[in-house]
């Protein structure tokens, strides 16, 4: 492999063919021009009578140059040159965060407040978990969507962008009414299970308690123990909340969230649970996150690569078309050339 500057060619040994046309010309045999012409022309003796024209006198020296030319970009596109760009550096953590969100009926409960004017309880997550998603760039990030079902949204990644693009077009509903809590944290394990990295984290935010799925949230939770998986777990919800018509309307309070259940999950884990009643603490919930499980800015880097190959192989192209048009070009401007120079032809 060499390089020039930015540029290097894969198989620079093919440059060694640059000479070979020269050597064949030099090892072969010349041509009989005495030999006889494999097609006759009946009207041959028009063009032996036409001048020639001058503007073609050097006709096989351009030729030559052009055929030159042509070869050496032949073997430039062959040698595979590339473009290496500058170094990019890429920050990794080590670090596997996968987030399950639950997508419950109840997420749609409008408790929550943002610049004086209320929101639902997935659009206060998409607010705040969307901007801890951009705080990541280092973590290999995954989401998990569950409510009567967990499913794999987004898989480990680097690309936080598309992990929090995901996050806003999620639907409230769109997994089931009911939660599965247990199902979240077993998909959660079954994802991260064989990863190399060190540091294995479930960020699971609910704001009821497991109604459905088959795995119950504690063997779930000893299981993701034994895996090193450690849980940080988030209820989300108001204290209370007002429920009724436009007219009607009553406070009651919010006693869907399985408080002791999240907590020893978290707590079997090696994580912690976290409460969010508003979006101002749901907002220091997830910073409070970014400083347990802080982003290491240890470094992978690499140069993008873009391949050459296309340009030599087009002017290679264009200069065979031209040399392949170039003999047929010369005869017509003889033709021409003869056909003014005697003048008209007189019939009479």
């Known amino acids: 492999m060499i390089s020039i500057a930015n540029i290097q060619f894969i198989w620079p040994w093919l440059f060694l063919l640059l000479p070979l046309p020269f050597l064949l010309r030099i090892i072969l045999p010349a041509s009989d021009k005495n030999q006889e012409q494999p097609l006759h022309v009946p009207f041959l ?20 140059i052009l055929a030159t030319i042509a070869w050496v970009c032949l073997i430039i596109a062959a040698s595979r040159p590339q473009w290496i760009g500058e170094r990019v550096d890429i920050p990794v953590s080590g670090r596997d965060l996968m987030m399950a969100v639950d997508l419950s009926g109840s997420m749609a409960a409008e408790d929550f407040e943002i610049n004086g004017q209320t929101i639902n309880r997935l659009q206060a997550v998409k607010l705040v978990a969307g901007e801890f998603i951009k705080r990541r760039e280092g973590d290999r990030i995954g989401l998990i969507l569950f409510g009567q079902q967990a499913y794999l949204q987004t898989p480990l990644t680097f690309d936080t962008k598309t992990v929090n693009t995901m996050l806003q077009e999620s639907l409230i509903g769109i997994a089931g009414k009911m939660t599965a809590i247990g199902d979240a944290i077993g998909l959660a394990i079954k994802r991260l299970s064989g990863k190399s990295a060190e540091k294995q984290v479930l960020i699971l935010l609910t704001d ?41 309307k009553q406070t009651v309070k919010n006693n869907e969230i399985d408080e002791k259940t999240l907590t020893e999950i978290a707590e079997l884990t090696g994580g912690r649970y976290f409460r969010a009643h508003n979006t101002k603490e749901l907002n220091k919930i997830y910073s409070l996150i970014d400083q347990l499980e802080p982003v290491e800015r240890e470094t992978q880097s690499f140069r993008p690569v873009m391949s050459l190959y296309m340009w030599p192989l087009s002017v290679a192209l264009i200069i065979t078309l031209c040399i392949m048009l170039i003999p047929a070009l010369s005869q017509f401007a003889n033709i021409i050339h003869g056909k003014m120079s005697r003048g008209p032809v007189n019939n009479g």
Do not use: C, M
């Not at 119950?216 to 940080?232: C, G, H, M, R, T």
């Open 45 to 64: 003796e028009d063009f032996n009578s036409v001048p020639h024209n001058t503007s073609f006198i050097n006709k096989n020296k351009w030729l030559v």
């Open 208 to 248: 009821g308690e497991n109604t459905a799925g088959e795995v119950p949230p504690i063997k779930a939770a000893e299981l993701a123990a034994s895996q090193n998986l450690k849980i940080y777990t988030i209820g989300i919800g108001a204290a209370s909340r007002e429920v009724g018509s436009f007219f009607f």
